[in-house]
Nanobody
Framework: QVQLVESGGGLVQAGGSLRLSCAGSGRAFSSVAMGWFRQGPGKEREFVAG????????IYADSWKGRATISRDNAKNTVYLQMNSLKPEDTAVYYC?????????????????WGQGTQVTVSS
């Protein structure tokens, strides 16, 4: 089993940056892919970025290419999401999740464990 706790959310002005962290526990953390998702008010949960178990391969939603960087430190059981050039429409609760496999997927159904989420609010 994997337990996940996100942190790093907050209020930021448009154009600003935030770095989210996801601390994991459990022996399986370093052997599975990880992903970041977000859910805005009245919207469905959507994929942001994913990373393989080794960190060697990353994937991003089109809207985040060039603005976000996902990384992980397996020694610290932590995954990060660096977000730049934030926009008001990026306001959402951001979740990290562990995939059932070693390669990340874009669909939420592939993910087994989820954190409680961290709120990101971008003001105009």
């Amino acid at each position: 089993q994997v337990q996940l706790v996100e942190s790093g959310g907050g209020l930021v002005q448009a154009g600003g940056s935030l770095r989210l962290s996801c601390a994991g526990s459990g022996r399986a953390f370093s052997s599975v892919a990880m992903g970041w998702f977000r859910q805005g008010p009245g919207k469905e949960r959507e994929f942001v970025a994913g990373i393989t178990w080794s960190g060697g391969t990353t994937i991003y939603a089109d809207s985040w290419k060039g603005r976000a960087t996902i990384s992980r430190d397996n020694a610290k059981n932590t995954v990060y999401l660096q977000m730049n050039s934030l926009k008001p429409e990026d306001t959402a609760v951001y979740y990290c999740a562990s995939d059932r496999t070693s390669f990340p997927h874009r669909m939420a159904g592939y993910y087994e464990y989820w954190g409680q989420g961290t709120q990101v609010t971008v003001s105009s």
